[in-house]
């Protein structure tokens, strides 16, 4: 089960390719890196997909034309 939560990240420091990573889910996924190698660590933030509401569109209502008699 641990070979397959392996990623396929770098130390952004060393270049080690064995980086340990976990995954934490607040407001969108948050990804925590750390190398063995060097001791470096950082995150990786992965913002959840926004539902975009469908712009409502009002019609301007005109005021009733008036004859000129």
Known sequence: MQAALRTLV???VC??????SDAVIDRGV???HECPRCDH????REAPEIPRR??????ARRAPERSAA
Request: aromatic fraction near 10%; charge should be positive; glycine fraction near 4%.
């Open 41 to 44: 660590r950082w995150t990786q």
């Open 15 to 20: 270049g080690f390719t064995e980086v340990r």
């Open 54 to 59: 469908e712009a409502r569109v009002r019609s």
């Open 30 to 32: 948050v990804l925590l």
């Open 10 to 12: 770098r130390c952004l």
